[in-house]
Structure formats: structure tokens, C-alpha cells
């Protein structure tokens, strides 16, 4: 995988140039070209906003921005090797003779140090700002000159540019601050701008007399010997140094229990890399730091498939809202028969690689033998009050996640915010407890979501079958009953039925079906019979089926007769729990016994179908029977039901 990132950065910059002109950032926060004079005094300090300086948010670039890149990446610290930091104790942040860059982040010693309120009261705040940003200048001045020695001893400067360098420390140190006290009004704007960074965002300052070709000559050599993480990695061969990097490298050498004892290895290196490989990756982390690449990202290993990947960050380059999601789609709806197969697809979690794995082919559309899985309306929920919601068909992949997943795992899993036009998903890192209102659909979530990640994104049929998905269900369903209230009707028994919906809908299209019922026309089938039931004193119950659907109907009915302030369905969990039949009758019998002064009876509908219930005897374990007795209480209550021409006769 990691010879897959190199190909296809190398492949990016030799023939996609626009996406480092474009897609490549500077670090968030202030960035200022500083020239100067022969004396050391700046020429054109703070000079004019986009010519002179510039402040990037992290989303706005402007032209000057644009072309402060190159300067910014021949003058940064290596980042992929954590402890490669050209500043050993971090206060500068740049690596470079012509560039200083720092941040306004202290630890909370330094806090304590400086005397900086660590929580601040609303007032405190902006006293605290202030504070902090003198301290960091203060901080940075005084390692000032090891830093320039180093810069001396590290880097090699051509001769023409070492006064230059010399008089770049001498302005940092003393001019700077006679420049902005002898006519502070030259700063008001810059000031303003100043004032907004925030503590993990920078402040950089670059020699403008510097030629971009003298960065990147002085820069080369340092990078070239920092790319790798430790000397005593490397491997000369040929004239090329192989060392090893920080990707997927444990570095366990002085930890038993962590070093490799198989495979081919080296001082416990299982593989290096070229200098030139090793760029490639730092530049990959580069782009991946800019935001250039959609998560997660595919990345192609035939060559005639880069194309592919093109078409994808030029979308996600016009619209960094996108998710990858959004961007398929868009592809597909330019090209419907397009193919996309032999990636990596990649999942990170800032610049760490969270997930990885092959797709050879990616499915996108969910036709099969000229059908689309469809959701039928089993349970009758109404679009408005005289028409009943449509079927409708999942037609491809993300209308699965967009629809499907967003309603079982009750909008916690996969978010959308319709009034923001906003969607996220959660199959790594943690999961805001804010959005999951039941500790069993919390449970599902924990459980599956790698699953259902690896069934949309990687096309993995096989990573959801039936019995998971009948377990998912049942939980989710059951957190609901947990969780509402009797007489908030429509919101809570609309949103069960869709999930009945959506369940018996796709109760055969996992793999490992088990040969099983069509759900979607069984349920029709036991409302039929239980019309016959009600309304025929000759009709029976023939199968436990019958009995527990049956009993469902029942069930509901006698809950609806409660007069109690606060109603809810979680009075059905009880009855569902009964593993014998005899059980759940006893159960049945008490609750007739506790609402007969609400039932009129007579030779009506549930007289009729009690009985049923009542008298029917079987040995079979409920516990197989449990999603048709919630079914049969979720459907359409056959003793509501008006006879034709009459009233309603209970």
C-alpha cells in the first residue's frame, strides 16, 4: 500500500501540476515577505495586504497565498518523522535560514510559567490572548540565536546570501519593533489580523530577497538528510541511501514485546525506501495537511484508472464540502456505466491512516436482474392524511446509506442535517453521545459500523448478512420502545413501522438468507387472516405464526385502553420477552382483566380474536416468533377496522 502512495503522488506531480498549484496551503494564520535593506531595515514592512502579507483562514486563498506556497514548503520542518522538529523544543516551527515561523500554543507549564489563566472567565479572555502572543514573541526572540546558529551549521548558504541572513536576525531581534513604534498607523490593518490568530495557528515570516530556486536549493539537502527517521536505519546501496520512515514503522528496537520475529527484516526494518520514495511520501503527508483529497481516498494502481482519480480531486478541489460519497455520485451521474475497480481505499483520521483495504470493483448501482431492492409499505404509514407512503426502490449504494442506515441507526450513525444540507458518518473515532438516544442502538452502532462501512465503500457483500441484520433491527427497534411515549402517536409509531418497513423489505437481500420467508408478503398474508378471524367465528388460528401475530393485534389494542397520564410502548417489551405461549396467554389474560371496564364486550372483533389467542396451543419457543408478535402489534389493528356500512362494533 504504501509503494501504491508513492506511484500515485510521483504520478501527481509529474502529470497533474495544477493540482500542486492549486490544491498545496501554507499553515493556517499571518504569512508576511519581509525585504530588506542593505542596514537590515525592511523595505516594505507591513507593506500592503495581498502583495506584502496575507492571513489564510484555512479556506480562502488568495493569489498572494497561492504564491507563498513554494516558499512555505522549502522552508518547513519534516513532519512525517515526529521527532525530526528542526527546533528541539518546539518553539520554532520553520527549518529554514530565510524563514521564521512559530505558533501561539503553550503547554499548560508554560501556562503556569507565564502566569496565563488556563480557563478564562469571558473577561480574562482577551487579556489572556494578548498575554499570549507577548510571551510566544518573547519565547521565540530568545531562542533566536540558536536558531540562526543552527541554521549556519545545518544548512549550506551561498555566499551571496550569508550578509542577507545575518541582517534577517538582526531585524527579528531589535529592528522589528523600532519599524512598528516609529509608525505604528502603517500597522493598523496587519494589527487587526493579528489580533484573530488563534493559539494553534502561525505567524510566518519570509526573506523576500531570497529567490524561490535559493529556498529550495538550501532546503534540499536538509531534507534529504531528515526524511528518514534514524541514521543507524539507513542502508547504503549503489550509491542511494534505503532508510526507514514513520509509515507503519514501529521502531520497537528497545521493545521486546513489539519487535517482528517473522518475516524478512533488518535491525527489525522490514522495508526502506529511497531518498526520492521517501520525498514522495512527505509530500503525499503535504497534500493530505492541505485538504487536497476527499476521505477516503482511493488510491488507483493501474495507471489507465488515474484518470478516475483526477476527475476526483478536481471536484473536491471546486468544493471542499464534499464528501467522497457526493463525489461518486457526481461521477456516476456524468457517466453511468463508469467503472471503478483495483484501489486502495484509504480512511483517515487527520493525517493518521485509520483504514485500509483492496476494492477490485466497486458497485454502485444496486439493480440486479433488472430490479432494485424495494422498500415496501407493509405497515401502511400515511404520506398525508388521506394517501399512503409510496414504495420506493434503493438504487444505488449511498441512497442505501442516505436512506437506509441514517434511519436504523436513528440519524447517530449517518447524520443529516436537512436544515444545513449537511451530512457526516461515524464508522471511525468516537461517537457524540448527543445523537444516540438508546444504549442498544449505541451498542449496534459500536458492533457494525465497520460492516456497513466496508458493505458501501469497499462493495463487501458479504460483510452483512441476515442474522446481523435481523439482530440490528430487533435492538434498534426495541431502544425505540424503550424510549417514547404512547401518545406522541404519529412521531413514534411512524418512525417504528419504517423500520418494520425497512427490515421485512430486506428481510432475503443479505447473503446467508437461510432460504428464509418473504417477510414482505407474509405480513399481508397474517393481516388477512387475521380479518378472517375477527369477523368469522368459523375461522381459526393454523400456525404459531397465526398465534403470535395474533397476539400482537391483541396486545395493542388492551394498551390502548390505558387511561394513564403517561402511555407508552415499552409496556409491550414484557409480553415479547414470554418464551412459552402459555406464558404470554397468562400475560394477555391479566391485561383483559385490567382494562375490561374500558372493552365493551359482545360477538365483536376482539372477542373473537382473544379467544383465538387465548385457546391456541403450542409448544414451539416464542422467542422465534418475536418479530411477527411486533409485527402483528405494529400493523394495521384489525379491531379498529369499520365494517362496511356500520359503525365501528367492537
Not at 514501529?250 to 526494518?269: M, N, P, Q, R, V
Not at 487536497?292 to 478516475?308: G, V
Amino acid at each position: 500500500m504504501i509503494q501504491e502512495i508513492i506511484n500515485y503522488t510521483k504520478y501527481l506531480k509529474e502529470s497533474s501540476p495544477k493540482v500542486f498549484e492549486d490544491g498545496l496551503e501554507p499553515s493556517k494564520g499571518l504569512h508576511i515577505f519581509v525585504e530588506l535593506d542593505e542596514e537590515g531595515n525592511a523595505i516594505n514592512f507591513p507593506g500592503e495586504k495581498g502583495v506584502d502579507w496575507d492571513y489564510f483562514d484555512g479556506k480562502n486563498m488568495s493569489e498572494f497565498l497561492k504564491r507563498i506556497v513554494p516558499y512555505h514548503l522549502a522552508s518547513t520542518y519534516v513532519t512525517m518523522n515526529k521527532q525530526k522538529k528542526f527546533d528541539k523544543k518546539q518553539k520554532i516551527h520553520s527549518a529554514s535560514p530565510f524563514a521564521i515561523e512559530f505558533n501561539f500554543n503553550f503547554n499548560d507549564d508554560d501556562k503556569e510559567t507565564f502566569g496565563i489563566v488556563k480557563k478564562p472567565a469571558k473577561e480574562q479572555k482577551i487579556k489572556n490572548e494578548r498575554l499570549i502572543k507577548f510571551k510566544r514573541v518573547e519565547v521565540v526572540r530568545d531562542r533566536l540565536d540558536e536558531y540562526f546558529e543552527n541554521t549556519m551549521r545545518i544548512f549550506e548558504i551561498e555566499e551571496e546570501n550569508k550578509t542577507i541572513h545575518a541582517n534577517f536576525k538582526v531585524f527579528l531581534k531589535e529592528k522589528l519593533d523600532i519599524q512598528i513604534s516609529q509608525n505604528p498607523k502603517k500597522f493598523i490593518e496587519i494589527k487587526k489580523f493579528w489580533d484573530r490568530i488563534k493559539e494553534t495557528e502561525y505567524c510566518k515570516i519570509y526573506l523576500k530577497n531570497i529567490a524561490i530556486e535559493s529556498y529550495e536549493n538550501t532546503y534540499a539537502p536538509y531534507l534529504e538528510k531528515n526524511i528518514f527517521n534514524k541514521e543507524k536505519y539507513n542502508l547504503n546501496s549503489k550509491d542511494e541511501i534505503y532508510g526507514a520512515i514513520d509509515y507503519y514503522t514501529t521502531f520497537a528496537d528497545g521493545k521486546t514485546f513489539l519487535k517482528h520475529k517473522t518475516g524478512i527484516s533488518k535491525d527489525g526494518i522490514s522495508h526502506r525506501y529511497t531518498g526520492e520514495e521517501a520525498k514522495l511520501l512527505n509530500l503525499f503527508s503535504e497534500l493530505k495537511k492541505s485538504k487536497l483529497f476527499p476521505n477516503p481516498l482511493p488510491l488507483f494502481i493501474d495507471k489507465n484508472e488515474f484518470r478516475n482519480a483526477d476527475e476526483m480531486i478536481s471536484f473536491f478541489r471546486d468544493d471542499k464540502t464534499l464528501k467522497y460519497s457526493q463525489i461518486l455520485k457526481k461521477m456516476y451521474r456524468d457517466q453511468n456505466d463508469r467503472v471503478l475497480q483495483n484501489y486502495y481505499l484509504l480512511y483517515f483520521s487527520g493525517l493518521v491512516i485509520e483504514d485500509f483495504d483492496f476494492v477490485s470493483k466497486f458497485r454502485y448501482s444496486l439493480k440486479e436482474n433488472d430490479k432494485y431492492p424495494t422498500i415496501e409499505n407493509i405497515f401502511e404509514i400515511k404520506q398525508s392524511k388521506d394517501e399512503l407512503k409510496r414504495n420506493y426502490e434503493i438504487k444505488n449504494i449511498f441512497y442505501f446509506e442516505m436512506e437506509i442506515v441514517k434511519t436504523i441507526f436513528n440519524n447517530a450513525l449517518v447524520r443529516i442535517d436537512k436544515k444545513k444540507d449537511a451530512f457526516s458518518a461515524s464508522y471511525f473515532g468516537e461517537i457524540d453521545p448527543k445523537y444516540v438516544n438508546s444504549e442498544s442502538v449505541y451498542q449496534m452502532i459500536l458492533k457494525y459500523r465497520k460492516a456497513f462501512y466496508d458493505y458501501i465503500y469497499k462493495s463487501k457483500t458479504q460483510a452483512i448478512n441476515c442474522l446481523m441484520w435481523d439482530e440490528i433491527m430487533w435492538n434498534s427497534i426495541i431502544g425505540d420502545l424503550r424510549n417514547t411515549n404512547f401518545d406522541k402517536k404519529y412521531f413514534i409509531e411512524q418512525g417504528i413501522k419504517e423500520k418494520l418497513n425497512i427490515w421485512f423489505s430486506l428481510y432475503n437481500y443479505f447473503t446467508n438468507n437461510l432460504n428464509r420467508i418473504n417477510m414482505a408478503s407474509k405480513i399481508p398474508e397474517l393481516l388477512e387472516k387475521m380479518k378472517k378471524v375477527a369477523n368469522n367465528e368459523n375461522e381459526h388460528f393454523e400456525t404459531t405464526e397465526d398465534f403470535a401475530f395474533g397476539a400482537g393485534q391483541i396486545i395493542y389494542y388492551l394498551l390502548s385502553q390505558s387511561k394513564a397520564s403517561e402511555r407508552t410502548h415499552a409496556l409491550l417489551e414484557p409480553f415479547i420477552q414470554k418464551v412459552k405461549a402459555e406464558q404470554l396467554q397468562n400475560s394477555i389474560a391479566q391485561a383483559v382483566n385490567m382494562y375490561k371496564h374500558e372493552i365493551s364486550f359482545g360477538k365483536g372483533r376482539f372477542e373473537q380474536l382473544s379467544s383465538e389467542v387465548l385457546a391456541f396451543e403450542t409448544n414451539e419457543n416464542l422467542k422465534n416468533y418475536q418479530r411477527l408478535l411486533l409485527a402483528g402489534y405494529f400493523a394495521t389493528p384489525v379491531i379498529y377496522e369499520k365494517k362496511e356500512n356500520k359503525e365501528n362494533n367492537l
